[in-house]
T-cell receptor, first 108, second 114 residues
C-alpha cells in the first residue's frame, strides 16, 4: 500500500462542475503539497499546507491532520484546468512522498 | 526571474551509453532536489542537496547514478552506463533554505534508453 493515496485516479467532468480530488496519507507529515502537471510535463506547485485551508482563485485546498486527509477543490471548472493533480507529503526529512496523481479532464 | 531550468528536455540514448542531465535552480535557492518518474509509477525522490553538500541521497537507485552540485549552483545527474529501466522523466526542484519552503520545479528531462 502506498503511503500517499489519491482518488479518483481519473476524473472527467463538464465545464462548470465543482471538482474534488482526495488525498490520504499514512505517515506523519510536516507539510502537504498539491501540484499540477500539464501535458508537456512541467510541474507547478499549487499549495503547501500544514493545517486548515488555503484558497487561490478557483482552487481551494483543505487538510485534516487528525484524519490524515486532504482535498483539492476546483470551483467553476474550465477546460484549461485539465491536467494531472498530484498530492505529495513531506515527512520528518526533506523528501517528498508522492501520490500517483489524478488525471482530470474538463470537457467544454 | 528565471525559474528552474533543466537540460536537455529530451534525451534518447542507447543502453550502455552515458547521459548527463543538468538542472539550474533559482538563484539563491540552497535546496535542490532530484526526482524521477519511471513508466507507470509515482514520482520518487532521488536526492537532496543543500548548497553543494548531499544532504540525502537515499533515493538514488544504484551506483550508476552520480549527482554533483559543484559550487552550490547548478547540479548534474549522470547515468553511466544507462539501462533500459532508467527511462523516465527526471525532475529537478529548488527552494529557499529550510524544510517547508515552497519548491519550484523544472520542466523535467524525458530520458529514453533504447
Amino acid at each position: 500500500k502506498n503511503e500517499v493515496e489519491q482518488s479518483p485516479q481519473n476524473l472527467t467532468a463538464q465545464e462548470g462542475e465543482f471538482i474534488t480530488i482526495n488525498c490520504s496519507y499514512s505517515v506523519g507529515i510536516s507539510a502537504l503539497h498539491w501540484l499540477q502537471q500539464h501535458p508537456g510535463g512541467g510541474i507547478v506547485s499549487l499549495f503547501m499546507l500544514s493545517s486548515g485551508k488555503k484558497k487561490h482563485g478557483r482552487l481551494i485546498a483543505t487538510i485534516n491532520i487528525q484524519e490524515k486527509h486532504s482535498s483539492l477543490h476546483i470551483t467553476a471548472s474550465h477546460p484549461r484546468d485539465s491536467a494531472v493533480y498530484i498530492c505529495a507529503v513531506r515527512g520528518s526529512n526533506y523528501q517528498l512522498i508522492w501520490g500517483a496523481g489524478t488525471k482530470l479532464i474538463i470537457k467544454p | 526571474e528565471a525559474g528552474v531550468t533543466q537540460f536537455p528536455s529530451h534525451s534518447v540514448i542507447e543502453k550502455g551509453q552515458t547521459v548527463t542531465l543538468r538542472c539550474d535552480p533559482i538563484s539563491g535557492h540552497d535546496n535542490l532536489y532530484w526526482y524521477r518518474r519511471v513508466m507507470g509509477k509515482e514520482i520518487k525522490f532521488l536526492l537532496h542537496f543543500v548548497k553543494e553538500s548531499k544532504q540525502d541521497e537515499s533515493g538514488m537507485p544504484n551506483n550508476r547514478f552520480l549527482a554533483e552540485r559543484t559550487g552550490g549552483t547548478y547540479s548534474t545527474l549522470k547515468v553511466q552506463p544507462a539501462e533500459l529501466e532508467d527511462s523516465g522523466v527526471y525532475f529537478c526542484a529548488s527552494s529557499l533554505a529550510g524544510m517547508n519552503t515552497e519548491a519550484f520545479f523544472g520542466q523535467g528531462t524525458r530520458l529514453t534508453v533504447v
